[in-house]
């Protein structure tokens, strides 16, 4: 039996992968795993077969800018529900637009058929366009509400996944109120948090919004609000982005160098829940070294952040200093700090981005505008951080222009979203001749994979990857098949203790189990890789996401088990 398993990540666990399990057309992968704290949003590998890009070479562009008729370009973020990609609408040269735009993950990307719009623009007798990223849950997908183009707005679109996307009846509205633009948002499992941008008539706002996904979408009292400035001081405002890391929700600053973030959990109306850090105490390395040449870290805008399960980044916008804060240090101390400038790698500019992803060993940052005149700098240089390596080792960063990879895709993105191998970029705007907006429908992507990737089975996914966008998959199973990757996900996160998750795959359904109860399921399709990568058990092989906990036993199959067999699944060297 070729069991294909490297020692080092297997840890002592019982391994069983039966003959003819790799290059299979179906599969079982089975884990029985130990987690005294389950961590929601830390990327946490069970059992994968899985293998990372070498190069940044492997982009792809896409014009979907006429999908179904409509102008379906200019957009602000996006976000992946475990099988499509949901890019939020925002500008076209109508103006603020409500075309939502979907991509279906299990289809070719370069096919129109895989791509779907729809004009949401007034919805349940609202106006519902000019939106800002998007919160998933285990139903619905919630688009941030920014502005119609004549005033800032807090009309939330909401989509039941479950339905037809094109059907109106999939479409509903909720306006919360306040006159604000809301910039991104994070969600923990139950509520969703809207990140405060401007006031309409007092500017720069920290009123956050909040909404409880478990209570009626209609009713007032669903929406809570926290005025951050109010409670916390005036530099607590206008923010950019959010993200979740399983224990706290952190606000990427815009307009001020104020990190912000509150507890979950904890009482959302009292500013004893909240904290507050002075991106402005950061230094560079040399700096902090006392070295000649060692300054200031230029922190200014950011927006969006990615949580690679330790750190968490705050993406440079319109500069090129990237600031990481340590989750595992003191959050106002300026020792879990540290900052590094990118410019100039691999000899590209590498300035302005907005948003990020995290695949399990790399960072990614999505490129945008340089700053300066906004008619121009808008770019594609991808920016790469290896996590493998220090985070202040220049030979741990790389770039690559992907207008000149992928041509003729023009860049400037706002965020973009992550299927697992897949990094996917939302086209915003084009250089132009006038400062007016020139939006374009070029989505760019980018694998992260090796082609030679077969499947990865995870006791806890990262569902903000695209540095906008939240969602919590908790557990997941994902298979890199020949039409494309399919993942389910749990969306829940397991209790403390011992849990048994498998994944099955038969050629056309995807589907995952914890403790023998399907959580998650999604129809697909085409072969999977045959592969002679190692099987490696708590991590991915050459990746940096760690099991926060301990697996006992892993057993692979060549076929899809049935829910009956799955249920009925007792680990290697156990006794039912």
């Known amino acids: 039996m070729q069991t294909l398993v490297d020692p080092g990540a297997a840890s002592g666990a019982d391994v069983v992968v039966e003959p003819g399990a790799s290059g299979a057309s179906s599969i079982t992968v089975a884990a029985a795993v130990e987690c005294p704290a389950p961590r929601a949003e830390a990327m946490q590998v069970l059992a994968a077969r899985w293998a990372f890009a070498r190069d940044l070479t492997g982009f792809a562009t896409y014009d979907a800018g006429g999908t179904d008729g409509l102008e379906s370009a200019g957009y602000f973020g996006a976000v992946f529900d475990g099988r499509h990609v949901l890019f939020a609408p925002q500008c076209n040269s109508a103006g603020r637009h409500g075309v939502a735009l979907q991509y279906d993950t299990a289809r070719p990307f370069d096919a129109a058929a895989s791509w779907r719009a729809r004009d949401a623009g007034h919805t349940d007798g609202l106006v519902t366009r000019g939106y800002y990223g998007a919160v998933c849950d285990d139903q619905y997908a919630y688009y941030v509400p920014r502005t119609d183009g004549a005033t800032h707005h807090s009309r939330v679109l909401r989509l039941d996944r479950r339905a037809d996307f094109a059907a109106p009846g999939s479409w509903s509205a909720r306006d919360a109120g306040p006159p604000v633009s809301y910039q991104g948002g994070a969600f923990d499992g139950r509520f969703a948090y809207f990140a405060p941008g401007y006031h309409q008539q007092s500017g720069p706002s920290g009123l956050v919004m909040r909404y409880d996904t478990r209570a009626p979408f209609e009713a007032g009292e669903s929406f809570a609000f926290f005025d951050a400035a109010a ?74 952040a990615v949580f690679d399960g330790r750190y968490v980044y705050f993406v440079p916008y319109a500069h090129s200093t990237v600031v990481r804060c340590d989750t595992e240090g003191e959050f106002g101390d300026p020792a879990s700090w540290e900052a590094y400038d990118a410019a100039g790698t691999s000899g590209l500019t590498c300035r302005g981005y907005d948003g990020a992803a995290f695949d399990g060993r790399h960072v990614y940052f999505i490129p945008f505008w340089e700053g300066g005149d906004a008619s121009g700098g808008f770019h594609a240089h991808l920016l790469r951080h290896d996590t493998r390596g220090g985070f202040g080792d220049r030979g741990s960063w790389t770039a690559a222009d992907a207008s000149v990879l992928a041509p003729p895709n023009p860049g400037g993105f706002n965020g973009g979203a992550f299927d697992g191998r897949f990094l996917y970029m939302a086209p915003w705007r084009r250089d132009a001749a006038t400062t007016q907006i020139s939006a374009h429908g070029q989505v760019l992507r980018y694998d992260t994979a090796d082609a030679a990737a077969v499947f990865a089975l995870k006791f806890m996914d990262c569902g903000h990857n695209g540095g906008l966008c939240g969602a919590v998959p908790g557990p997941s199973f994902a298979v890199n098949t020949s039409r494309g990757p399919l993942t389910a996900w749990a969306n829940r996160v397991p209790e403390p203790g011992l849990h048994h998750l498998a994944g099955t795959y038969d050629g056309h359904v995807l589907r995952l189990y914890v403790d023998g109860v399907l959580c998650g399921e999604r129809e697909g399709g085409g072969a999977m890789a045959a592969s002679d990568l190692p099987l490696t058990i708590g991590s991915f092989d050459g990746g940096t996401a760690r099991l926060r906990g301990a697996v006992s036993s892993v057993q692979v199959w060549p076929a899809a088990l049935s829910p009956e067999a799955i249920a009925a699944w007792t680990p290697p060297g156990r006794t039912a």
């Open 231 to 304: 409670g916390l001081g005036p530099h607590c405002a206008c923010f950019d982005g959010a993200l979740y890391d399983g224990r706290h929700v952190y606000f990427a600053p815009l307009e001020r160098d104020t990190v912000m973030r509150c507890q979950v959990g904890a009482p959302f109306g009292d500013p004893a829940s909240w904290q507050c850090f002075d991106l402005g105490r950061v230094r560079t390395p040399g700096e902090s070294r006392g070295e000649a040449g060692g300054s200031r870290a230029p922190v200014r805008s950011c927006v969006g």
